[in-house]
T-cell receptor
Framework: DADVTQTPRNRITKTGKRIMLECSQTKGHDRMYWYRQDPGLGLRLIYYSFDVKDINKGEISDGYSVSRQAQAKFSLSLESAIPNQTALYFC???????????????FGDGTRLSIL | AQKVTQAQTEISVVEKEDVTLDCVYETRDTTYYLFWYKQPPSGELVFLIRRNSFDEQNEISGRYSWNFQKSTSSFNFTITASQVVDSAVYFCALSETMGAQKLVFGQGTRLTINP
C-alpha cells in the first residue's frame, strides 16, 4: 500500500460544486502539504499543516480550504469549484523529527481534477 | 522571495546520449536546501536528491550526477548514457531552512529519450 494515499485519483465535476480531496498517510509524519500542478508552472503550495492544530496558507490559497482531521489525514476542499481550478493536486508529507536538516517531502500519486 | 528557474521546457535526445538539465535559483537565505524530483508518465513524484547549501560537493548515483555551484546559484542534473526509462518531467526545488520549509518548484523540464 502507498504511504501517502490520495482519493479520488480522478474527478470530473461542474462549476459551483463543492469538492473534497482527501489525503491520508501511514508514514507517521507530522507535516502535510497540498500543492497543485499546472502545465508550465510547476507545483505551487496551497496550504500546509505542521500538526492537527496548525494550518497555514500557502502561495495560492484563495478558493480553497483545508482540514487536518488527525495527524494522518489532511483534506482539501473547493467550496465552489471554478474551471481555473482544473489541475493535478498533490498531497505531501515530511517529518520534522528527523535530524539532518530539511527532509524530502513524500508525495501521493495525485488527484486529477477537471471542472467543467 | 525564492525562485527556481528551469529554462529548458523540453529536451529530446536519442538513447545513450548524455543530457544535462539546468536549474538556477534565487534566494536571500544563506542556508537552504535544493532538491530534484522525477515525475514519470504515470504521474507520481519521485524524490531523487537533496543538497544543502553548505555542501558543494558533486554527487554521483549510478548514471545520475548533480553539480551544485553556489557561485552561479545553479544545481544542474546530468544523466549519463540515457535510457528510455529516464523519460519524465524533472523538477528542481528550493526549500528554506526556517519556517514552513515549503518547497518552491521550478517549472519542470520534460525529458524525452528516444530509442
Amino acid at each position: 500500500d502507498a504511504d501517502v494515499t490520495q482519493t479520488p485519483r480522478n474527478r470530473i465535476t461542474k462549476t459551483g460544486k463543492r469538492i473534497m480531496l482527501e489525503c491520508s498517510q501511514t508514514k507517521g509524519h507530522d507535516r502535510m502539504y497540498w500543492y497543485r500542478q499546472d502545465p508550465g508552472l510547476g507545483l505551487r503550495l496551497i496550504y500546509y499543516s505542521f500538526d492537527v492544530k496548525d494550518i497555514n496558507k500557502g502561495e495560492i490559497s484563495d478558493g480553497y480550504s483545508v482540514s487536518r482531521q488527525a495527524q494522518a489525514k489532511f483534506s482539501l476542499s473547493l467550496e465552489s469549484a471554478i474551471p481555473n481550478q482544473t489541475a493535478l493536486y498533490f498531497c505531501a508529507t515530511s517529518d520534522s523529527a528527523l535530524t539532518g536538516g530539511n527532509q524530502p517531502q513524500h508525495f501521493g500519486d495525485g488527484t486529477r481534477l477537471s471542472i467543467l | 522571495a525564492q525562485k527556481v528557474t528551469q529554462a529548458q521546457t523540453e529536451i529530446s535526445v536519442v538513447e545513450k546520449e548524455d543530457v544535462t538539465l539546468d536549474c538556477v535559483y534565487e534566494t536571500r537565505d544563506t542556508t537552504y536546501y535544493l532538491f530534484w524530483y522525477k515525475q514519470p508518465p504515470s504521474g507520481e513524484l519521485v524524490f531523487l536528491i537533496r543538497r544543502n547549501s553548505f555542501d558543494e560537493q558533486n554527487e554521483i548515483s549510478g548514471r545520475y550526477s548533480w553539480n551544485f555551484q553556489k557561485s552561479t546559484s545553479s544545481f544542474n542534473f546530468t544523466i549519463t548514457a540515457s535510457q528510455v526509462v529516464d523519460s519524465a518531467v524533472y523538477f528542481c526545488a528550493l526549500s528554506e531552512t526556517m519556517g514552513a520549509q515549503k518547497l518552491v518548484f521550478g517549472q519542470g523540464t520534460r525529458l524525452t529519450i528516444n530509442p
